[in-house]
C-alpha cells in the first residue's frame, strides 16, 4: 500500500506543535512521492505548510479514524505511535471520565484529582469472576486477573504500582488490596482482611508526607504479599520496605510537611494520655514548621490520629506499646527543638537548662548531662589513647539530626515487623499475590542520592518489563504458529551494569566511603576517570566538577555529587547511642538490639585490626539498597507480574485537567510507550475470522461467501491489500501490520459512502418523479373545481334574489307577532309571580306546623319509652334479688340437707370437731374481711369527701378568678363603648334628618325596582349558595381523597420499608443462628475428640425450642420497649390526642358490637346445650350410681376371690413347715368363726362404701349443674380413686382384710382436703382482694398529691396558662384511665374466649361419655340370644388425624422431611402432602391434649427443614418445595386455629377438624420467620443460577449476526485460557425462567409467592444487565440499545404467555428500558435533553450521564454526545432528588408478604402412600 493512497486529500495527520506537543491537521491535497511540502489545514481553519525532509522522507503520521478513537486499549488502535496514544488517553479522561485504559498487559490509571463512585462493593462484584477484556478497563479487573491466575494456575502473583509522586499509586495499590479482602474469606476468625487494610493507615502516618507534588506521598517503597490458603481465602500477610527518607525527619523544604505522624501527636496533645509529652502545636517545633505548610486542606490531623490508633489497635499492639511509640514521637520533636549555642569556631555546647533536652531525657530514659555532653562532642580512638574532641555548633546540629534520623527510621522498622507478627499466620501458605507499591522515575532541578537509588530501581523494574512483555509477544505468535521475527527492543543493561557491575558507581561509592579521608569531590574524580571514557551512558556536565550524568531509559540525569558519601554511609555517633542504650526505657533497648548483636557478633579485642574489620563489616546504605533490590527482583521473577502506570494529569491538582507535556513525559518514564513501540513493530491488530468477516463482509460480493469463512478472509486479503507481509494468518485470528485496519476501515467507509450516495439517486428520483405526477394531477383537479364553483356561484346569486323577497315577508310578520307575545307574556308572568309568592307562603305555614307536631310526638315518644326503660330495669333489677335471694335459700336448704344425712354424720363424727374448727376460722377471716371492706370504704368515702370539696374549692376559686378577670377586662371596652355610642348617636341623628327628605323622594320610584331586583337576588343567591355547598362539598370530598390516599401510599411504603427490614434483619439473625450452631458444633466435636468416652446427643430439639423462646422474648422486648418509649414521652399533641381518643372510642363501640354478637351467638348455643344437659342429668346421675355400684361389687368379689383362694392354698398346701389344721379341730372352727365373722362385716362395709360413694357422686353432679354457684373448686371422677390403684399396707389389713374402713378413711380425708384447699382459696381471694384495695388507697394517695403538687403549680402561673396545664393533666389521666381499661377489657375478653373454648371441649368431652355409656347400655340390653343377621361392614370416617408413639418424631421427620425427594412428590402425588401429614399429626397431639408433643412435634419439623435447606440449599426444586410446604402447614397451622378470621373460608368439616387444646398463633409467626429465610435462600439459589445467563443472553449475544452494526475491534481479552461455551440466547434465559416457573406449580407454591419470586427474578436481571452496561463501553451504543428492547419485549412475552403481567415484574425492567431508549434517542439539543429528562425517571443522574459518556458509535454514521450535552444534562438534573450510586443493588431482596391462603383439601380424605415409609402412622 503506497503512501500516496494514505496521504490524500481529506486524510488527516498529526503536527508537533510546542503548546500541546501534538495537534490535528487535515490534507486539503493529495501528496504524491518526491513532494517536498505537504498542504494542511489546521482544525481551527488555519492553512499550513510542512516541510519533508529531503534525505529522511519521513512523512507526520497518520490519525486514526474516529471510530478507532477512545479505546480500551491502545494496542488496538491501528497507527500505533505517541500522538495517537496521548489522543486517545485524553479523550477517555477529559471527554468520557475514564481514568482507566489498558495499553496491553499495562493497566494507566490517570489520576482524576477527584472522589469517583467507581470503588464501591457493587463495583467489586460487578468484576468479580469476569475475564479481563470483557469489562472496562479498572484497577479491580487487574486484581481479578491476578486472583483468577493464582487460583488456576496455582502459581504467585504480584501487581507492580509504579509512577512519580502524586500519581495515585498508594490509592491503586490501596484499592487492589481492599479488592483481595472482599472477593476472598476469612480461613479464620481473627478477619486478617480488615488487619490487612489497617495496615495502610498506620504506613500512610508513619510513611508519607505532604511535599509538592501530592499531599499524601509515600516516601518509602513497599511490597505487600498477601497470603492465601488452598481455598483462596487470605490468611495473612508481609510486608517490606525500602529506601525511607530519612531526612525529610529533620528538613522539609519549603510548602511541605514533614510526616504526617508529627502533625496528628500535635493535633491530639490536647489528651490527657498525651499530657505527659508535653507538646504543643505544630508550629512550636523545629522538624515540623519548616516547610511552613502545616495543615492539608480538607484533612483533620486529630481525626487522623484517631484513625491510626485503631488500626494499631486492630493489629493488637495494645495500648502500652501504642503509647511507647508516641513517646519515641514526642522525644524526636523535643530533640529538634534543642538548641545548641556556639562557644567558639570549633566548640559548642548545650545550656544546662535547656527545656526541650530535659524533656527529651525524660522521655528517653537517660540522663541529661551525659545525653547534652555527647551532643557537643565525639571520642576519638587512636591505637593507644582515646581522646574527647569538642565539635563545632554545626557538626553538633548534624549530629543531632542524625541521632533523629537514626530513632526514627529504628522506629520504622521496628513498627513494620510488629505489622508483620500481626499479620503472620499460624496455617501454612499455599499461594500469595504481592502488591509492589515504588516510587516511579524521578528527576528534579537537584538529583541527589535518593533519586539516584530510585531511578537505579526503576531501570531494574523497566528490565524486568520489557523482558516480560517481549515474552508475551512471543508466545502470542508461537500460539498462533505465524513465523516469529526477532522484534528490537531497547536494553537497559549496559545503564544497569554501568551503576551495580564491579567498579560501578555504587562500588566506586562503598570503595570512598572506606577510605579514612574520602569526600565527595575525590568520589566525583574517581567516576570521570574511571567511567567517563569506558561507558555511552555516564557523562559529566560541561560547567560543573561535582556532578555527573547518567542516560537512563527515561531521560538522562543530572546527579549532585554533595552528600553522597554521608547518605551512604549514614554514620551516627556512637557514643549517643550508647547513652541511648543504658535507658530503662523498654521500648528504646528493643529499638538498638540489632545493634547490640551486630556489634556483639564482631566483638574482639581491641586491637586496630578488630576496630577496622568492624568498621569495613559495617554495610552502606547503597549496598542494603542492591541487596533487598536483587531480592524484590527474584520474587517479582518467580511470579506473574501485572503492571499498573500512573500518570500525574498536571502539576495543579485541578479535576479532569491534562497537561500534554507532563503526561508525554511521564508515558515515556513508565514504560508505556515502549510497550507501543514493541506491539507496533510486530501485528498490533489481531481480529478472530468471525470478526472480520462480520465487519467486512459489505466489501465481499456475494459469490466470494464461501461456506468455509477462513477461506473467505483470507480470498478478499488477497484481493485489497497485495503485500502479503502486511498481514498474517493464525490458527484462530489474523494479525496485522500497523495502519492496515485503518485502510480497511477507508474502504468498508468508501464502499458504505458509495452505497448510500446510489440509495439517494434513486430516492431521489423516485422522489421527483412522484412529486411531478401529484402536481398534475392536483392541476386537473383544481381546474374541475374552480369551473364548478363558478356555476354554483350563479345559481346561489339567482336564489339569493328569490329568496330575499320571501324573508322580507316573513319577517315584517314574526316581528309584529313578536311584539304581541312579549305582552301577553309579561301579563302572564305578574300574574304567575303573585300566586306563587301566595302558595310559598301557605306552604310555608303548613309545614312549620307540620314540623312543630312532628318534634312534639318524638319528644313525648322518647319520654314515654324513657320512662318504660327505667320501669323495665326496675323491675328486672328487683327480679334478679328476688331470685338472688331465693337460690340462696335454695343453697342453704341443700347444705342443710347434705348434712344430714344420718351416715354419714356417723361416718365423720371423728371429724366433726375439726370441720367446725376451719368453719369457725372461715367466719373469722370473713368477718375480718368486712371490718376490712368497712374500714377500705370509710377510707374511700373520706377520700371522696375530700376530693370533691378540693374540687369545688378549684372550681370556686377559678369561677372567681374568672368573673374577676372578665368583669376587669369590660369595663375599659364599655366605657369605650359608651362613649363610642353616643358620638355615634349625634350623628345619626344629624344625619336620619338629612336623609329622611331624600329616602322619602327616592322611596317611591325604586321601591318596585328594589323588589324585582331582590327577588331575582334572592333567587341567585339560593342558587349560588347551593353551588357553592356543591363545590365546598366536593373540595372536601377531594381533599379527603387525596389525603386519604397520601396517607395510605406513606403508609404502604412504611409497611414495605418495615417489612424488608425486620426480614432483612431475620436472615441476619438466622445466619448468625446457623454460624452459632457450626461454631457450636465445632466446639462440641473438639471436645469430644479431646475426650474420647463422651458422646454427644442430638440437641436438635433443645436448641429450636430455645430459638423459639429467643424469638418470642424479642418480641416481648420490642413490645415493652415501644410501651417504655409511649410512657417517656414528655409533649402531648391535644388534638390528635382527642381525635386518637374518639377514634379508640368507635373502635371500642364496634368491638363491643361483635362481641355482644358473638356472645348472643354462644349464649344461644349456650341455652340449647343446657336444655339438653338438664334433661339427661337425671339419667345421667343414676346411671353413673349404678355403673359404680356395679364396679365396687365386681372388684370386692375379685378380691374376696383372692384372698379366700389364698387362705385355702395355706390350708391345704403339703409343703408348708406346719400341718394345716384338721377338719373338727380347734384351730379350724376358730378360723370358720373369723371367715363367718369378716363376711358379715364385708357385708356390712360394702352397703357403706356403696352409699358413701353415691354420696359423692351426687355432689359431684350437684357441682357440675351449679358450677356457677358452687365456687372455683372441680372434681373429675377420674380423679377418685379406684379400689385396683390403691396401695394397701400390711397394717391396715390387720384391721380390715378387704380395706373398707381404710377406704372410708381415705373418704374422709378427701372431703378434708377439699374443704382445706376452699378455704385456703377463700384465703387466697382475701388476700388478692386486700392487695388490690392497698394498690387502689396508695395510687389514690399518689393522685391526691399529684393534685396537690398541680394545684401549687397552677396557682402560681396566669389563667391560661393554668387552664391549658389543667386540661393537659386531665387529658393525660383520662388517657391513661382508658388505656388501662382498655388493657384490663382485652385480658377479660382473652379470659373468657379461653374458657368458652375449654367449656366447649368439657361439653364435648361430656357429650362423648354420655355416648358411650348409651352403648354400653344397649349391649348389655342386648344380650338375649337372637336369629343370625347378615351384618355389612360400613364404610370408617376418619377424622383427618395421624396417630403415632411418643418418640416417634425422629423416625417420623426422618422418611418425610430429611429422606424425602421432591420430584417423586412433585409427580404422582398431590402438593403440599408433607405439610397435611404434619398437620394431621399436630392434630392427633392437640386432641390427646400433650403439650409436650405439640412443642416436639413443631421444633422437631423446624430443624429438619432447616437442616435440608442447609445441606441442599443450591438446589432450586428442594427449596422451592420446602418453601411451598412450609406456607402450607402454616396456613394450615391459621386455617384450623378457630379463629373466625380464618374459619370464614371453611367448610362445615373443615371447622370440626380445628384445634381444640392449643393456642398457637405464636408457632404461625415462627414458621412464617422459616419461610421467609427459605425464601432469600430461594432467590440466592436462583441468583446463582441466572448470573452467568443474564450478560450473555441479554447484552452479548446478537440475534442477528453483523447486522445491527456491532464493531468488532479486536481488543485483546487476556483471560483467553477458557474455552468457548455455547452462545446463550435469550431463549436459554427464557427457557431456565419456564422451569423455574414449572417447578414452583408443580409443587403447589402459592400464586401470589410465584409472582413475588418472578418480580424478584426480573429485578436481578434488569440489575445485572444495567451494572455491566453502565461498566462495558462496547456496549453503549445504539444497536445495542435496539437489541435490549428486543429482548425485554421477549420477557414481556413471557411473563403475558404466563398471565403474570400484573405481577410488578414489568416495572422492575423499567430502568433496563429506559437505558435502552437512552441509547437510541437523539442527543444534540437542548429539547433532546429535556425529552431525556423527562423519559428517564427510573434512572438516577449519575446512571443517565455514565450512559451518554460511555455512548460509543459503532459505525461512522453516528456521533458521539457532547460534553456540552452532558452539562445541560446535569444541569436540568441537578434538583432532583435521588441516590448518587451508579451501580443498582443486584442483591436487593423484595420484603415478601405471605396472605393466607385457605386449602380445599379435606384432611380426612388424605391417604398415606407406600413410598413415604409411614407404615406406623395410624389413621384414626
Not at 508516641?326 to 559548642?348: G, P
Not at 556489634?599 to 552502606?620: L, Y
Not at 369527701?945 to 376559686?957: G, K, M, T
Amino acid at each position: 500500500m503506497a503512501a500516496s493512497e494514505l496521504y490524500s486529500k481529506c486524510a488527516r495527520v498529526w503536527l508537533p506543535d510546542a503548546a500541546e506537543v501534538w495537534k490535528s491537521a487535515e490534507l486539503i491535497k493529495d501528496y504524491t512521492p518526491g513532494d517536498l511540502t505537504l498542504y494542511l489545514q489546521l482544525e481551527d481553519g488555519t492553512d499550513v505548510e510542512y516541510k519533508i525532509d529531503p534525505k529522511t522522507n519521513s512523512l507526520p503520521p497518520l490519525r486514526n479514524p474516529n471510530i478507532l478513537v477512545g479505546e480500551n486499549d491502545l494496542t488496538s488502535l491501528s497507527y500505533l505511535h505517541e500522538p495517537a496514544v496521548l489522543h486517545n488517553l485524553k479523550v477517555r479522561f477529559i471527554d468520557s471520565k475514564l481514568i482507566y485504559t489498558y495499553c496491553g498487559i499495562v493497566l494507566v490509571a490517570i489520576n482524576p484529582y477527584e472522589s469517583l463512585p467507581i470503588y464501591e462493593v457493587d463495583i467489586i462484584n460487578a468484576y468479580s469472576g469476569q475475564n479481563m477484556g470483557d469489562m472496562d478497563p479498572h484497577i479491580f479487573a487487574v486484581a481479578e486477573e491476578a486472583y483468577k491466575q493464582m487460583a488456576r494456575n496455582e502459581k504467585n502473583q504480584s501487581i507492580i504500582v509504579s509512577g512519580e509522586s502524586g500519581a495515585g499509586k498508594t490509592v491503586s495499590a490501596k484499592y487492589a488490596m481492599r479488592y483481595f479482602a472482599t472477593v476472598s474469606c476469612s480461613a479464620g476468625e481473627a478477619r486478617v482482611e480488615e488487619q490487612v487494610l489497617a495496615s495502610s493507615p498506620i504506613m500512610e502516618a508513619l510513611g508519607n508526607a505532604k511535599t509538592t507534588r501530592n499531599d499524601n506521598s509515600s516516601r518509602f517503597g513497599k511490597y505487600i504479599e498477601i497470603g492465601f490458603d488452598k481455598k483462596h481465602c487470605i490468611i495473612g500477610a508481609n510486608m517490606r520496605t525500602y529506601l525511607l527518607e530519612k531526612s525529610r525527619v529533620v528538613f522539609q523544604a519549603n510548602g511541605e510537611r514533614n510526616y504526617h505522624i508529627f502533625y496528628q501527636l500535635c493535633a491530639s496533645s490536647h489528651l490527657p494520655e498525651f499530657k505527659t509529652f508535653k507538646l504543643g502545636c505544630a508550629d512550636d517545633f523545629h522538624c515540623t514548621n519548616q516547610g511552613q505548610s502545616p495543615v492539608i486542606d480538607g484533612v483533620d490531623d486529630a481525626k487522623e490520629m484517631c484513625n491510626t490508633r485503631k488500626a494499631f489497635s486492630l493489629l493488637g499492639i495494645c495500648e502500652s506499646d501504642q503509647m511507647e511509640i508516641y513517646q519515641i514521637l514526642a522525644a524526636i520533636l523535643h530533640l529538634s527543638n534543642v538548641e545548641v549555642k556556639d562557644q567558639s569556631a570549633d566548640r559548642s555546647s548545650i545550656l544546662p537548662d535547656d527545656v526541650h533536652l530535659m524533656v527529651f531525657c525524660e522521655l528517653m530514659g537517660v540522663p541529661c548531662e551525659e545525653m547534652a555532653h555527647w551532643l557537643c562532642h565525639r571520642k576519638l580512638k587512636t591505637t593507644t589513647e582515646t581522646y574527647v574532641k569538642p565539635v563545632s555548633k554545626m557538626n553538633a546540629v548534624n549530629g543531632r539530626d542524625a541521632l533523629a534520623k537514626h530513632i526514627y527510621a529504628r522506629l520504622f522498622t521496628w513498627i513494620v515487623g510488629r505489622i508483620n507478627n500481626a499479620l503472620k499466620s499460624a496455617a501454612k501458605q499455599h499461594s500469595f499475590i504481592g502488591v509492589l507499591d515504588i516510587y516511579g522515575f524521578e528527576t528534579f532541578d537537584v538529583n541527589s542520592f535518593e533519586q539516584f537509588c530510585i531511578n537505579y530501581a526503576n531501570e531494574k523494574l523497566q528490565q524486568q518489563f520489557n523482558l516480560h512483555v517481549f515474552k508475551l509477544e512471543q508466545e502470542e505468535y508461537m500460539k498462533e504458529e505465524i513465523p516469529w521475527t526477532l522484534i528490537d527492543f531497547y536494553d537497559n543493561q549496559p545503564c544497569i551494569n554501568l551503576i551495580e557491575a564491579k567498579l560501578g558507581v555504587l562500588d566506586l561509592l562503598d570503595e570512598e566511603c572506606k577510605m579514612p579521608k574520602g569526600c565527595d569531590d575525590t568520589w566525583a574524580q574517581k567516576l570521570y576517570n574511571t567511567l567517563l571514557k569506558q561507558n555511552a551512558h555516564f557523562d559529566k556536565p560541561r560547567l560543573s566538577n561535582r556532578a555527573f550524568i547518567i542516560h537512563h531509559f527515561a531521560d538522562k540525569v543530572e546527579y549532585q555529587c554533595e552528600g553522597f558519601l554521608e547518605k551512604n554511609k549514614d554514620t551516627v555517633n556512637e557514643e549517643q547511642i550508647n547513652a541511648l542504650k543504658k535507658s530503662k526505657f523498654d521500648l528504646l533497648l528493643k529499638l538498638f538490639e540489632d545493634d547490640e548483636k551486630a556489634t556483639g557478633s564482631s566483638n574482639k579485642p581491641t586491637s586496630s585490626i578488630g576496630r577496622a574489620s568492624q568498621r569495613d563489616n559495617k554495610k552502606t546504605v547503597g549496598l542494603q539498597f542492591r541487596q533487598s533490590l536483587h531480592l524484590l527482583m527474584d520474587t517479582l521473577n518467580a511470579t506473574t507480574p501485572h503492571y499498573v502506570r500512573c500518570i500525574k494529569p498536571n502539576d495543579h491538582k485541578t479535576p479532569f485537567t491534562m497537561d500534554p507535556f507532563r503526561a508525554v513525559q511521564q508515558l515515556r518514564a513508565c514504560g508505556v510507550l515502549e510497550t507501543i513501540r514493541i506491539s507496533a513493530a510486530g501485528f498490533p491488530s489481531r481480529w478472530t475470522y468471525q470478526e472480520f468477516f462480520s465487519r467486512y463482509r459489505v466489501l465481499m460480493k456475494q459469490k466470494d461467501v464461501l461456506s468455509d469463512k477462513k477461506q473467505t478472509c483470507k480470498n478478499l486479503l488477497a484481493n485489497l491489500v497485495k503485500d502479503q507481509d502486511k498481514y498474517q494468518f493464525g490458527k484462530n485470528k489474523i494479525f496485522f501490520r500497523a495502519g492496515q485496519v485503518a485502510y480497511l476501515e477507508k474502504l468498508r467507509s468508501d464502499k458504505l459512502r458509495m452505497a448510500c450516495v446510489r440509495i439517494q439517486k434513486t430516492i431521489r428520483c423516485w422522489l421527483a418523479r412522484k412529486k411531478y405526477l401529484r402536481m398534475k394531477e392536483s392541476a386537473i383537479t383544481i381546474q374541475r373545481h374552480v369551473r364548478g364553483h363558478q356555476a354554483r356561484c350563479y345559481v346561489k346569486f339567482l336564489r339569493r334574489t328569490r329568496a330575499a323577497v320571501v324573508i322580507q315577508r316573513n319577517v315584517r310578520m314574526w316581528a309584529t307577532r313578536r311584539r304581541y307575545k312579549q305582552q301577553r307574556s309579561a301579563a302572564i308572568t305578574i300574574q304567575c309571580v303573585l300566586r306563587a309568592y301566595m302558595a310559598r307562603k301557605q306552604y310555608y305555614k303548613l309545614m312549620f306546623e307540620q314540623k312543630a307536631m312532628v318534634i312534639q310526638k318524638w319528644v313525648r315518644g322518647w319520654l314515654a319509652r324513657q320512662h318504660y326503660r327505667h320501669t323495665v330495669g326496675a323491675i328486672i333489677l328487683l327480679q334478679s334479688c328476688v331470685r338472688r335471694m331465693r337460690a340462696k335459700k335454695e343453697l342453704k336448704k341443700l347444705k342443710v340437707e347434705a348434712r344430714s344425712v344420718e351416715h354419714f354424720k356417723k361416718l365423720n363424727f371423728g371429724m366433726e370437731n375439726k370441720i367446725m374448727q376451719l368453719q369457725h376460722k372461715i367466719n373469722e377471716q370473713q368477718k375480718e374481711n368486712r371490718e376490712l371492706t368497712e374500714r377500705l370504704s370509710v377510707v374511700e368515702k373520706t377520700q371522696t369527701i375530700e376530693r370533691d370539696r378540693q374540687s369545688r374549692e378549684i372550681e370556686n376559686l377559678r369561677k372567681s378568678e374568672q368573673e374577676a378577670r372578665a368583669k376587669a377586662e369590660t369595663l375599659p371596652s364599655l366605657l369605650e363603648q359608651l362613649s363610642f355610642l353616643q358620638h355615634e348617636l349625634e350623628n345619626i341623628r344629624r344625619e336620619k334628618e338629612d336623609l329622611e327628605e331624600e329616602t322619602k323622594l327616592y322611596k317611591e320610584q325604586t321601591q318596585q325596582v328594589v323588589e324585582e331586583l331582590n327577588m331575582r337576588n334572592s333567587s341567585l343567591n339560593s342558587e349560588k349558595d347551593e353551588l357553592n355547598m356543591l363545590i365546598h362539598e366536593q373540595a372536601q370530598q377531594l381533599t379527603e381523597i387525596k389525603t386519604n390516599t397520601e396517607n395510605t401510599k406513606q403508609l404502604e411504603k412504611d409497611l414495605t420499608e418495615e417489612r424488608s427490614r425486620y426480614q432483612s434483619l431475620l436472615s441476619e439473625h438466622l445466619h448468625l443462628e446457623e454460624r452459632h450452631k457450626e461454631l457450636k458444633e465445632e466446639m462440641d466435636f473438639n471436645i469430644s475428640t479431646s475426650k474420647p468416652g463422651h458422646k454427644r446427643t442430638d440437641s436438635n430439639y433443645s436448641s429450636n425450642s430455645s430459638e423459639f423462646s429467643q424469638s418470642l422474648g424479642s418480641t416481648d422486648g420490642e413490645d415493652s420497649s415501644v410501651q417504655t418509649e409511649d410512657e417517656t414521652q414528655p409533649s402531648v399533641d391535644l388534638p390528635v390526642l382527642l381525635k386518637l381518643q374518639r377514634r379508640v372510642k368507635d373502635l371500642e363501640q364496634e368491638k363491643q358490637a361483635l362481641w355482644q354478637q358473638l356472645d348472643k351467638k354462644e349464649e344461644a348455643q349456650q341455652e340449647k346445650a343446657k336444655e339438653v344437659e338438664e334433661q339427661r342429668t337425671v339419667g345421667r346421675t343414676e346411671l353413673d350410681l349404678e355403673t359404680l355400684k356395679r364396679q365396687e361389687l365386681e372388684s370386692e368379689n375379685k378380691k374376696l376371690k383372692q384372698d379366700l383362694n389364698e387362705l385355702r392354698k395355706s390350708l391345704t398346701s403339703e409343703n408348708s413347715e406346719v400341718a394345716p389344721p384338721a377338719p373338727g379341730s380347734m384351730p379350724y372352727n376358730i378360723l370358720l368363726e373369723q371367715l363367718s365373722s369378716s363376711n358379715e362385716e364385708l357385708d356390712m362395709r360394702k352397703e357403706e362404701v356403696l352409699l358413701l360413694r353415691s354420696h359423692m357422686v351426687r355432689q359431684e353432679a350437684l357441682k357440675h349443674k351449679d358450677s356457677a354457684l358452687g365456687g372455683s373448686v372441680k372434681l373429675d371422677l377420674t380423679e377418685i380413686p379406684s379400689f385396683q390403684d390403691v396401695d394397701r399396707a400390711t397394717d391396715i389389713h390387720t384391721l380390715n382384710e378387704d380395706g373398707e374402713l381404710w377406704l372410708a378413711y381415705e373418704g374422709l380425708k378427701e372431703t378434708n382436703r377439699l374443704l382445706e384447699f376452699q378455704m385456703q382459696e377463700q384465703e387466697r381471694v382475701n388476700n388478692e382482694k386486700c392487695r388490690k384495695l392497698l394498690e387502689e388507697v396508695s395510687k389514690l394517695k399518689d393522685e391526691k398529691e399529684q393534685h396537690q403538687k398541680l394545684l401549687a403549680q397552677s396557682l402560681l402561673l396566669p389563667e391560661d396558662a393554668r387552664i391549658e396545664m389543667i386540661l393537659k393533666h386531665e387529658i393525660t389521666r383520662l388517657t391513661n384511665d382508658n388505656l388501662e381499661l382498655m388493657e384490663q377489657q382485652e385480658k377479660q375478653d382473652k379470659t373468657i374466649r379461653k374458657l368458652k373454648k375449654q367449656l366447649k371441649f368439657y361439653m364435648k368431652k361430656v357429650e362423648d361419655f354420655e355416648a358411650s355409656a348409651q352403648q354400653k347400655s344397649n349391649a348389655s340390653a342386648m344380650n338375649a340370644p337372637v336369629r343370625a343377621v347378615h351384618i355389612t361392614r360400613k364404610e370408617k370416617e376418619y377424622q383427618g388425624m395421624l396417630e403415632y408413639k411418643e418418640g416417634d418424631e425422629s423416625r417420623f421427620l426422618k422418611n418425610l422431611v430429611i429422606d424425602l425427594k421432591p420430584r417423586g412428590v412433585a409427580v404422582s402425588l398431590i402438593p403440599g402432602l408433607p405439610a397435611y401429614i404434619i398437620f394431621m399429626c399436630l392434630r392427633y397431639a392437640d386432641s390427646v391434649n400433650d403439650d409436650q408433643r405439640v412443642s416436639t412435634l413443631l421444633n422437631s419439623t423446624i430443624s429438619s427443614i432447616k437442616g435440608v435447606i442447609k445441606r441442599r440449599g443450591g438446589d432450586f426444586e428442594v427449596v422451592s418445595f420446602w418453601l411451598a410446604n412450609t406456607c402450607r402447614l402454616m396456613h394450615c397451622l391459621k386455617q384450623y386455629s378457630g379463629d373466625e378470621v380464618f374459619t370464614v373460608h371453611n367448610s362445615a368439616k373443615q371447622n370440626e377438624h380445628c384445634l381444640i387444646n392449643f393456642e398457637l398463633s405464636e408457632y404461625q409467626q415462627v414458621f412464617g420467620d422459616l419461610a421467609i429465610q427459605i425464601y432469600r435462600q430461594l432467590i440466592k439459589c436462583m441468583e446463582d443460577i441466572l448470573q452467568p445467563l443474564i450478560v450473555a443472553s441479554m447484552l452479548e449475544h446478537e440475534t442477528i449476526q453483523g447486522v445491527l452494526g456491532s464493531k468488532p475491534t479486536g481488543l485483546r481479552k487476556r483471560s483467553s485460557s477458557f474455552p468457548e461455551e455455547d452462545a446463550v440466547t435469550v431463549e436459554v434465559l427464557l427457557q431456565r425462567l419456564s422451569l423455574f416457573h414449572t417447578t414452583m406449580s408443580q409443587h403447589g407454591m402459592d400464586s401470589d409467592i410465584i409472582k413475588q419470586v418472578v418480580k424478584q427474578q426480573f429485578y436481578i436481571i434488569c440489575a445485572v444487565t444495567l451494572n455491566n452496561l453502565l461498566l462495558r463501553k462496547d456496549m453503549c451504543s445504539w444497536s445495542k440499545g435496539l437489541q435490549i428492547r428486543y429482548n425485554v419485549w421477549q420477557l414481556e412475552e413471557w411473563l403475558a404467555e404466563r398471565e403474570l403481567a400484573d405481577c410488578g415484574a414489568k416495572e422492575t425492567l423499567e430502568p433496563l428500558v429506559q437505558a435502552a431508549q437512552l441509547l437510541q434517542i437523539k442527543k444534540k439539543t437542548e429539547a433532546d435533553a429535556q425529552a431525556i429528562c423527562n423519559m428517564c425517571t427510573a434512572l438516577t443522574t449519575a446512571q443517565i450521564v455514565k450512559v451518554l459518556t460511555l455512548y460509543t458509535p459503532v459505525i461512522e454514521f453516528e456521533e458521539r454526545v457532547s460534553t456540552t450535552f452532558i452539562t445541560t444534562i446535569k444541569n436540568i438534573l441537578k434538583d432532583r432528588v435521588e441516590s448518587s450510586t451508579l451501580m443498582m443493588d443486584a442483591r436487593k431482596i423484595f420484603s415478601i408478604t405471605l396472605p393466607f391462603t385457605p386449602s380445599s383439601v379435606a384432611l380426612e380424605t388424605i391417604q398415606i402412600p407406600a413410598s413415604l415409609n409411614l407404615s406406623f402412622l395410624t389413621r384414626i
